[in-house]
């Protein structure tokens, strides 16, 4: 899901609940926000790993949302999260874990999938940012101060294969989400710029990878990890 999806149903969410008043606030990089948005969402286009031009402790709520590979310092961000959160605000860190998983055998070392994850951990040691920030965050944001720390984790299948309704259609959407557009913007520039891959060997190990998570012989995933905590309210 991306920011401007994220967002508008965040702001649908809380219409439903108890704050139906309450006002959304989108940030992004770029310019890429739908031309229809609820009366109380707004966008603006910023960098978050600069100053921001918020009031502090003016939001009762800040989610993060796949930021790994983006954020430099996660130290220096949260800390100037917790600044901008009221007393008893919360926050929310989802991130995917870098790492894949498969309990039966049916991905081999030999996959492309595990080749994949060979060169990005590699290339990502290389490049020097933590792609796999998610085990690291609750004792991140306990030295942030924050309390109520707490994880749980999504199984996130590459692919329809998993005999349970609902990850069937999980699979379904995460494959989607991988195959399209994620797997290529996740490798084409880190691979290109860090790894000394060219641009035409990234997009033939894409298309093994396309073809190995469509085919859905192997039964590989991945986890999404939910990361909340509380600031201490006064």
Not at 67 to 94: M, Q
Not at 194 to 221: D, M, T
């Amino acid at each position: 899901m991306n920011l401007e999806s994220l967002a508008i149903k965040a702001n649908q969410q809380q219409s439903r609940m108890s704050s139906p008043s309450a006002e959304v606030t989108g940030v992004d990089l770029s310019p890429i926000q739908p031309g229809w948005i609820p009366p109380n969402l707004s966008f603006i286009i910023d960098d978050v790993t600069r100053e921001w031009s918020f009031q502090t402790e003016s939001f009762d709520f800040i989610h993060v949302r796949c930021f790994a590979g983006s954020i430099e310092d996660w130290s220096t961000f949260l800390k100037r999260c917790y600044r901008y959160l009221k007393p008893g605000g919360r926050i929310e860190v989802a991130e995917y874990r870098a790492k894949l998983y498969c309990d039966d055998g049916s991905c081999p070392e030999d996959s492309y999938l595990y080749k994949w994850e060979r060169e990005f951990d590699r290339i990502t040691e290389i490049q020097g940012r933590d792609w796999d920030i998610a085990p690291k965050l609750p004792s991140l944001l306990r030295e942030t101060s924050f309390e109520t720390v707490d994880t749980i984790e999504h199984v996130c299948p590459f692919g329809t294969w998993p005999k349970d309704p609902k990850l069937k259609e999980v699979g379904r959407y995460f494959r989607a989400q991988m195959v399209e557009g994620a797997m290529e913007s996740y490798s084409l520039a880190l691979f290109t710029r860090f790894g000394g891959w060219r641009p035409v060997e990234v997009q033939v190990l894409l298309a093994h990878l396309r073809a190995e998570i469509q085919s859905n012989k192997i039964h590989a995933y991945s986890k999404l990890a939910f990361v909340t905590a509380q600031k201490p309210k006064k």
